[in-house]
DNA sequence: CGTTCGGTTGATCATCGTCAAGCAGTGTGG
DNA sequence: CCACACTGCTTGACGATGATCAACCGAACG
C-alpha cells in the first residue's frame, strides 16, 4: 500500500484526491538494504524513492578519498528529489538496515505531468530540504566539535520521537564514529574524544548503533538545538503502525 | 523588459512560450539597494526577486550575534526562491551596490497556478541552488581555511566571468574580510592571514572590493575549485549588455 | 579633529588533526 | 580449536590550524 508515501507528501502541503488516487494506484516496488550499501546512487534519476524503515544519509564522495555527509534521513523521506530533473548529484547511503519503496521513474513523470498539485509538493518537499541542508551549514561553520555533535544526536533523537521510533529516551542511530566525522567535519578520533565527553558529562551515550539521551536539556542546549527548526518533520507520520499494516 | 527574467529561467530547462508571454507582461517593480542593506529579510515570501546587477549573499543571523553566510547570488539569480511556499527561512544581503527586479507576490502565484511549466523550471533552480549548498557544504566540512578561500574566489570569478562581468583577470567582489570570515566559518583575523597568503603567493588579490586573479590554474588547484559543478551557471547570460538595454 | 571602519600585525592559546599503538569483537581458514 | 585478519573503539603524544586578545594604521567622514 502507498499510504505512507501519501502521507509523506501530504504533511508538506496537502494533496488533491486526484493525486491522492494516483499515488495510491501506482506502483511501488519494496527493497531491502543491507547497511553500508547504496541506496541511490550518484546520477539516478528520481523514482520516487521512500524510505520506510532504517536510517540512511546523503553523502558525497570527495576526489582526496573522504567524503561529506550532508543529512540524514529518517522513515518518510523521499531521498531521491534531487535526480527529478537531472541526475543526483550525490549519493544516499544505508546506515542501517533499510526498507525503500520507489515506483518508477516513468510513472513518477507520468503523474508529474498529469497534476501540478503533485509537482507544488515535491517542490515544497524539496526547498524543506534545502533549509535543513542550511542549518546543517550553520553547525558546519559556526559551531564547535562539540556543540556540532550534540546537534547532530539532538537531530536524530528527535526526529525519530516524532516518528514514535525512540522509547524511554533511546533510539536507534546504526553509525560508526567514521560517519559522525564525516558528517560534522572533523576526524574519527576526535569524534571520539567527543562522544566521549558527551557520555561523561551526562548528556547522551552512543554505543553500539543506538543512542542514550541522559540529560536532553542540556544537549539541547550544548548543541544550540531548536526543534522548532524542524517543523514539517514536526506532524507525526506514526511510521510504526504504518509499516505494521502497510 | 522582463527578458533577463525569462533568460534566467530559461537555463534550467526551456519555458513554453506562453510562460514567456506571461512572464514577458507580468509587472517587474525595479529597486535599488545600497551595500548592506536586506534585499528579501527573512520571512518573506516569493516575489520572484531577480538580482539584475551587484552581488548579493544568503545569510542567517544566529542567535550568538555571528552570522553564516550559504552562498553568493550574481546578476541573473533568482533569490527568494526559499519563500515560494513558506516564508523564506534566511535573508539576502546586498553586498555592493544592487538592482532587484520583482513582480508581485500574487501574479507570481497566478502564473504559478496558469503555468505548470513555470514551477517546473522554478523547481529545477531550487534543486541547482540545493546543489551549490552542498558544495559550499564540503568547504565548510573537508577544505583547510587556505582552500575555502580559493574555492569561493574561484567561485565569485567564474559565475562572472561567465556572465562577461570580468575583464583582464578582475572582477567586483565587494566584500570585506568579515564577509568572507562569516561566509567560510573563520575568524576575520584569520581571513586576513589567508588572503595574505594568497596574494604573497602570486595567486589572486583581493581589495577595495576589487578581485584580480593571478593565477587561476594555481588558484583552481589549491581550492579544489571544478568549474563543472557550476554547469547551470554556464550558459551565458550576458548581463552586461542585457542590462544597458532591459 | 576626533570617530569609525576596515585592514594589518604579533603574541598567545585552544581546538582539532595526525601518528602510533593497543584492545575487543567477529569472522575465516587451517 | 586456534591463528589470523579485519573492523571499530580507545588512548596518549605531538603538532598544526585557526581563534582570541590587543594594539596600531590609514582612509573616510562628520
Excluded at 541506496?39 to 524510505?51: G, Q, T
Excluded at 546506515?95 to 515506483?103: H, P
Excluded at 498529469?114 to 553547525?139: F, K, S, Y
Excluded at 537531530?155 to 566525522?181: H, K, M, N, S
Amino acid at each position: 500500500m502507498n499510504r505512507l508515501l501519501i502521507a509523506s507528501l501530504d504533511r508538506f502541503g496537502p494533496l488533491r484526491d486526484s493525486v491522492r488516487d494516483d499515488l495510491m494506484a501506482c506502483s511501488q516496488e519494496t527493497q531491502r538494504f543491507e547497511p553500508g550499501q547504496v541506496i541511490a546512487p550518484a546520477e539516478a534519476r528520481s523514482r520516487l524513492r521512500l524510505l520506510a524503515r532504517g536510517l540512511a544519509v546523503k553523502q558525497q564522495a570527495l576526489p582526496d578519498g573522504g567524503r561529506q555527509i550532508f543529512g540524514v534521513a529518517t522513515p518518510g523521506d523521499l531521498i531521491d528529489l534531487g535526480g527529478l530533473y537531472a541526475g543526483l548529484d550525490h549519493e544516499v547511503l544505508a546506515l542501517g538496515v533499510c526498507e525503500v519503496r520507489m515506483t518508477t521513474a516513468h510513472e513518477l513523470r507520468t503523474m508529474m505531468r498529469a497534476h501540478p498539485n503533485l509537482l507544488a509538493a515535491l517542490c515544497r518537499a524539496i526547498l524543506t530540504e534545502a533549509q535543513r541542508q542550511r542549518d546543517w551549514m550553520v553547525g558546519l561553520g559556526r559551531r564547535t566539535a562539540l556543540a556540532r555533535a550534540a546537534n547532530l544526536l539532538c537531530e536524530v533523537y528527535w526526529r525519530q520521537t516524532a516518528l514514535r521510533l525512540a522509547q524511554d529516551g533511546r533510539c536507534d542511530f546504526p553509525a560508526v564514529q567514521a560517519d559522525i566525522a564525516d558528517a560534522l567535519g572533523l576526524s574519527v578520533v576526535h569524534v571520539h574524544r567527543v562522544l566521549r565527553t558527551l557520555r561523561d558529562d551526562g548528556l547522551a551515550t552512543l554505543r553500539n548503533g543506538v543512542l542514550k539521551i541522559d540529560d536532553w536539556e542540556g544537549l539541547t542546549r550544548l548543541g544550540g538545538f531548536d526543534p522548532e527548526r524542524l517543523r514539517p518533520q514536526r506532524e507525526t507520520l506514526d511510521i510504526a503502525s504504518r509499516a505494521a499494516s502497510g
